[in-house]
């Protein structure tokens, strides 16, 4: 079954950490881009960090020095380390790739994306 899965999330307290992954079944994620959205109760969904099929990273203002993206071919996941969490980072997070497109696409750092997967849910919180 191609599908993307992400897994990582929790409840964690301001200035903690998490390790979100986004695993790939059925397709080889290091020949796509990937991108981490996320979308809190009652706002818009937004991007969070992309790497693109050449390893050419792109973050939202609002996480620069505290996300990083990279890639993990030999798990065919592409991970998102969050440092620094803050309530405001409260969401669920979501991966997507540019390996196919359906109804639902966005468009983030120059990037198409239109696969996706269920997501996982990051709470900050004391």
């Known amino acids: 079954q191609v599908q993307l899965v992400e897994s990582g999330g929790g409840l964690v307290q301001p200035g903690g950490s998490l390790r979100l992954s986004c695993a790939a079944s059925?397709?080889?994620?290091?020949?796509?881009?990937v991108g981490w959205f996320r979308q809190a109760p009652g706002k818009e969904r937004e991007g969070v960090a992309r790497i693109s099929s050449t390893d050419n990273i792109y973050y939202a203002e609002f996480v620069k020095g505290r996300f990083t993206i990279s890639r993990d071919n030999a798990r065919n996941t592409v991970d998102l380390q969050m440092n620094n969490l803050q309530p405001e980072d409260t969401a669920v997070y979501f991966c997507?790739?540019?390996?196919?497109?359906?109804?639902?696409?966005?468009?983030?750092?120059?990037?198409?994306?239109?696969?996706w997967g269920e997501g996982t849910q990051v709470t900050v919180s004391s």
């Open positions: 059925g397709f080889t994620l290091d020949y796509y881009a």
């Open positions: 997507a790739s540019d390996y196919g497109f359906g109804g639902d696409s966005v468009v983030f750092g120059g990037t198409y994306f239109g696969f």
